[in-house]
């Protein structure tokens, strides 16, 4: 295998290398020859008693101590000739090769132009149809063709039944007690955990989450039940004990049923269209806010079952101030018995769900403590007959058996449009970052879309048989991965369980109080209302993040779930625009005299070379941010280049009018005044002479190049600036939109017109396309202002401005002054170098 060694472009060469056996490392394919090292006469600075030999270069065919090569060593390694790969020697590694422009590089190594996909080519390749194709999308619309056939029935199937077992049961309280949440009896929860696992089993891909109630949406489905449902304000009680209660309850249920059917609908669309990106705009921050604001909200509706009071519902703006009004005013109505209930359940079911969480290691399956507190108390409330000795609410009649299906009504369809598509975002959302958590921890893929049309036909089948919204509760979710859950059919096997208590046991439950029900409920909000402990740390990471948390979660108390939800979002968008209209510019510097450029700010030892400027925005430049860059970029360069222009278009035009005056004699050395003063009045400028001042300067009628630092005749002054080249990294800029643009091309022409060179770097091949497509380009803004990296743009102006005072012959050469520093541990390290290269340009 063959070896290259690179060194950096700069590369200082003795007399008589061949002699070192460099031409078995091919060098010459690198255009060595065309530098001419050989009469820079290093050999003159005794470079051989640097102790170069710490570099290893004895191994590459270098005879140690008498190389008198090395000049700036940026880097030091080998490259293969088969794999192009580089390889570090120890830690350093030596590059070279030309500077390179876009331009060039392009055409050095053949840069092809690629057809771009239209819109047409897209919507023709989604069309298109074959047998592998049709092989495709069925296994993706039914990814249980894919694991089942694999299903490891003697290593999984005993885990998956202990796990759908302690699932089921759990689904079943969590059905009943969400229930109150969307103002409807608890049997319709059973509804809800029974028929969103089905389709989920079949079309969902994710093996270890839970479908079904979910409080954050119950209580959003709640809040639209409120108020859409005839006699939202009131609050009937939830049993079949009257005629006129069951023309409520048949409404609300028609409602909730609705929502759910219409959220399914959108979450359907959104996944057969692949836009499930819609979920992105949801950020960690928004969704942990709204979380836990939707948790306070759950806690309030939660508090006339607990303390059996009877409170109108609300479901406007500062609902949640109103319902907690009503409940004071009405506190001396509270019943006893359901409040000692309630809070008696509430300790149990906090202390065991802690010991759950710390010993979650050693106990071989998590207590049920739900389980256990609601048998205690069903049969506590039967043996006591609670219901008529203190008068507390029961579940009351549990109707054995399905329903039939409802068609969902086109009125609430139209009424309820955006809570739905809220109630959509949201239940995916929480759905999709469940079953991502789980995805990473078990190595195995989810695709959004699919889970988007999972969801979407399980709320569908969900709504036409009276139930309502759902997606994954966290602790139902974990109680099937804890308890050994491997696939779906854990899942499915939940669903049986809650089908026993539809058709057979359900009875039971009949004398369980309301109030342990929404004790359960506020039990399964303890990581909910946990997560103000986020505030803290995301304060100390980032503070955007921080205030968007803080935000949502105001909005959502106050304004309700579905409006607090939509302002959440546009608040985070408006960050978003705030953090890019306003980004953090800086000026770079050469750091280490390396090829790396940083902030100059950060660091002590920068090297900033004279009369360069290096500017970088770190964000896209679009309509909202052109003059904000412009601003910076005036900051860092000190000067106004439109103003410069000005003065000197302004001092030129005197200069002519002296001349004609005879006041002054143009000759090829210079200006010869023949007069002590000129005063010229500073009268105001119309339009039209202002845009005179615009254009480029134009001096093609002096017989000399015109110095505007040097001294001007008369009493003629225009600012002095030392800047020559300005350097933009727009590395980070990912786009420019069409205003940007256009105050771009302005901003060059301005500092071009002065003569101060400008240079875009770090730019991908698309972004010049874009700006060529726009027309951008002319003969005042070119193409070639384009280079590849910062360093590249700097070693070409360093060369640039050597070769314009200089033309570098060999007795030049051997003048030229080097300033070395020496390491203690016999290394070596340039500090200055003028040795000037082939520059690709």
């Known amino acids: 295998m063959q070896k290259y060694t690179l060194i950096s472009y700069q590369i200082w060469k003795d007399d008589g290398l061949e002699d070192y056996g460099l031409e078995d490392y091919g060098l010459e394919d690198y255009g060595f020859e065309d530098y001419g090292f050989e009469d820079y006469g290093f050999e003159d600075y005794g470079l051989e008693d640097y102790g170069l ?7 590459y065919g270098f005879e140690p101590f008498s190389v008198t ?3 700036q060593v940026f880097l030091l390694a080998t ?36 057809h771009h996909k239209t819109f047409l080519d897209h919507l023709k390749g989604c069309c298109s149809c074959s047998s592998q194709r049709a092989k495709k999308i069925a296994l993706s619309l039914f990814p249980i063709a894919s694991w089942l056939p694999a299903y490891k029935i003697k290593e999984w199937l005993l885990s998956d039944i202990v796990s759908g077992i302690s699932t089921g049961l759990v689904a079943v309280l969590q059905g009943l007690a969400f229930a109150l949440l969307v103002n409807i009896p608890p049997a319709y929860g059973l509804y809800a955990a029974f028929f969103p696992v089905i389709t989920y089993f079949f079309l969902g891909t994710s093996r270890h989450i839970s479908v079904g109630p979910f409080p954050v949406l119950s209580m959003m489905v709640g809040v639209v039940v409120t108020r859409v449902a005839s006699g939202g304000d009131s609050a009937p009680e939830l049993s079949s004990s009257s005629i006129e209660n069951d023309s409520v309850i048949e409404e609300r249920v028609m409602v909730a049923a609705s929502v759910t059917v219409l959220s ?27 979380t836990t604001a939707a948790a306070i909200h759950v806690l309030v509706s939660q508090l006339k079952f607990m303390l059996q009071l009877t409170v109108p519902a609300h479901s406007d703006p500062f609902s949640i101030f109103k319902v907690l009004e009503s409940v004071f005013t009405q506190i001396h109505k509270t019943n006893i018995a359901d409040l000692v209930t309630s809070v008696i359940i509430l300790v149990v079911v906090f202390v065991v769900k802690e010991v759950n969480q710390r010993y979650r290691s050693k106990l071989p399956v998590p207590i049920p403590i739900e389980l256990i507190m609601t048998v205690i108390a069903t049969g506590i409330s039967y043996g006591c007959n609670f219901e008529q000795r203190f008068g507390v609410a029961v579940v009351g009649n549990m109707s054995l058996g399905f329903q039939p299906p409802i068609t969902p009504s086109v009125e609430v369809f139209q009424d309820t449009i955006g809570d739905s598509f809220g109630i959509a975002i949201v239940g995916f959302a929480v759905a999709f970052s469940v079953a991502s958590v789980y995805s990473l921890k078990y190595d195995y893929p989810i695709d959004g879309n699919q889970e988007l049309i999972a969801l979407g036909v399980s709320n569908i089948f969900t709504g036409a048989f009276k139930g309502f919204a759902g997606s994954t509760a966290l602790s139902r979710s974990g109680v099937q991965e804890s308890t050994g859950g491997k696939t779906q059919v854990a899942g499915l096997l939940s669903a049986v369980i809650v089908l026993i208590v539809i058709v057979a046991i359900g009875f039971l439950l ?3 109080q309301k109030s342990v029900l929404a004790a359960l409920a506020l039990g399964n909000l303890k990581g909910m209302l946990m997560q103000f402990a986020e505030i803290g740390r995301l304060w100390k990471k980032d503070k955007y993040d921080c205030l968007i948390w803080i935000m949502t979660f105001i909005f959502a108390i106050v304004l309700g779930l579905g409006l607090g939800l939509a302002a959440s979002v546009a608040f985070q968008l408006l960050t978003i625009v705030f953090r890019t209209q306003f980004p953090k510019c800086s000026t770079l510097a050469n750091v280490g005299r390396s090829n790396i450029y940083k902030n100059k700010k950060n660091y002590a030892d920068v090297y900033e070379p004279e009369g360069v400027k290096i500017f970088r925005c770190p964000s896209p430049i679009y309509f909202a941010n052109i003059g904000f860059f412009k601003q910076k970029l005036t900051d860092a360069v000190g000067f106004s280049p439109l103003r410069i222009l000005r003065k000197r278009n302004k001092a030129l035009k005197k200069i002519r009018k002296l001349q004609k005056r005879g006041l002054i004699q143009v000759t090829p050395k210079g200006f010869i005044c023949t007069s002590d003063g000129f005063k010229d009045s500073d009268e105001e400028l119309d339009n039209n002479q202002i845009e005179e001042l615009d254009q480029p300067i134009n001096t093609t009628d002096l017989p000399f190049e015109l110095d505007w630092n040097a001294d001007l005749p008369l009493n003629i002054t225009v600012p002095k600036i030392s800047l020559h080249s ?11 939109d069409i205003s940007s643009m256009r105050g771009l091309k302005t901003i060059l022409q301005e500092f071009i017109r002065i003569k101060v060179d400008v240079y875009i770097v770090g730019t991908d091949d698309e972004f010049i396309d874009k700006l060529t497509r726009c027309e951008f380009f002319d003969d005042e803004v070119t193409d070639s202002i384009f280079f590849l990296t910062i360093h590249d743009a700097v070693l070409h102006i360093l060369m640039k401005k050597d070769y314009s005072t200089s033309k570098f012959n060999s007795s030049q050469e051997k003048e030229m002054k080097f300033d070395f520093t020496i390491n203690t541990n016999g290394g070596l390290r340039n500090r200055e170098c003028q040795v000037p290269v082939e520059t690709k340009f």
Do not use: C, W
């Open 69 to 71: 090569m090395l000049f």
């Open 79 to 114: 490259v293969t000739r088969e794999s192009k790969m580089i390889e570090a020697i120890g830690n350093q590694y030596i590059v070279a090769r030309p500077v390179y422009s876009t331009n060039t590089f392009g055409e050095e190594f053949k840069k092809t132009h690629r």
């Open 264 to 290: 399914g609908i959108i979450q359907l669309l959104l996944g057969v269209l692949q836009i499930g990106f819609v979920v992105i705009y949801l950020s960690e921050s928004l969704i942990s806010g709204f």
């Open 726 to 736: 300005l350097i933009l990294d727009f590395s980070a800029v990912s786009f420019l």
């Open 53 to 59: 030999e710490d570099y290893g270069l004895e191994d």
């Open 510 to 512: 009949q004398p369980l």
